[in-house]
């Protein structure tokens, strides 16, 4: 295991994170803003490469990639057609934070009934032109933890199932924390990392370096977000997404959502952040969103 100096020496720690810091802090207490726990050398399993990137069909990618470049916000509308949709909270600073931490729900037993539908939720891209999103994933014969990579393969870069290990490692009263940080600002290099409850230390997940295909500037004043995103095609005997009764009796959530802005943590709030409104999503009779804590923490249930 490496030492905390010699990952700040190979830029792998968060940038306004020292290496004294790290050794010694404690993971943080509920509501509290992240403590810098040991940050490890460890890689978290998972599946990268071309294997990785089939994990979506190329319609989807492609499908992914064109509703996140057009500035993403869109309306949670009651629309009966086929949806790419999105519910969010949008953290603010497009070039100021150099890194984010969100507390996500897992739900392994959730499967799309439709093949090709994709329930994202929560899915965290941090502001601050980051080069990883996290995204929480259930299709119709997986359920899988997620980074896209922004920066190098605009695909899914690495993925890691939430089978027994995984949730034993890395879960704790049915949530994983996630980090995704700037470790290298001049090469805008970002690491993903999630909380390993077991070692009480962050585990290395997944870095990119670069910019997105619009130079770093990917939704200009949009900054980040953590979503509830859908991709579902219409039921025509409920005349609903499928996924509104795919989701029936769950329920997703992100909360304690943090921004590492001038070295210190900051809860996004009104001041530099911006939620969709509360209510009916998707056209989904019960699905239903709601900002729990203006703006660092949501939560959507079916009812």
């Not at 890691?160 to 290990?165: E, H, K, L």
């Not at 970002?190 to 500037?217: H, P």
Request: proline residues 7%; contains cysteine; hydrophobic residues 35%.
């Amino acid at each position: 295991m490496f030492s905390a100096l010699v990952l700040a020496v190979l830029g792998l720690l968060p940038a306004g994170v020292t290496p004294a810091t790290a050794a010694g802090a404690a993971h943080h207490a509920p509501n509290d803003p992240p403590s810098p726990a040991p940050y490890s050398s460890h890689l978290v399993p998972g599946v990268t490469g071309s294997a990785a990137a089939k994990l979506l069909t190329p319609a989807q990618r492609d499908d992914y990639m064109k509703q996140h470049y057009a500035h993403l916000k869109q309306s949670a509308s009651a629309s009966p057609a086929p949806v790419h949709q999105f519910w969010a909270i949008y953290p603010s600073g497009t070039d100021t934070p150099t890194a984010t931490d969100a507390h996500h729900t897992v739900t392994p037993s959730l499967r799309t009934s439709n093949s090709g539908d994709v329930v994202y939720a929560p899915t965290l891209y941090p502001a601050g032109n980051a080069c990883i999103e996290n995204t929480t994933a259930y299709e119709n014969n997986t359920a899988v933890i997620w980074a896209w990579d922004w920066c190098n393969s605009y695909t899914v870069g690495k993925y890691t199932a939430m089978d027994a290990n995984f949730q034993a490692t890395y879960t704790k009263n049915g949530s994983y924390e996630v980090q995704i940080t700037k470790t290298n600002a001049s090469t805008n290099q970002w690491t993903m990392w999630l909380f390993n409850y077991s070692t009480n230390k962050w585990d290395n997940y997944f870095q990119s370096a670069g910019y997105d295909k619009n130079n770093g500037t990917q939704s200009p004043n949009v900054g980040g977000w953590d979503a509830f995103e859908v991709y579902s095609a219409n039921n025509p005997s409920t005349n609903q997404p499928y996924i509104c009764a795919d989701t029936a009796n769950d329920s997703f959530s992100a909360t304690q959502i943090w921004q590492l802005v001038n070295g210190s943590w900051k809860a996004p709030d009104s001041s530099d952040s911006a939620a969709d409104a509360n209510g009916a999503i998707f056209g989904c009779t019960h699905l239903n969103a709601k900002v729990t804590t203006a703006n660092s923490a949501w939560t959507v249930s079916n009812p």
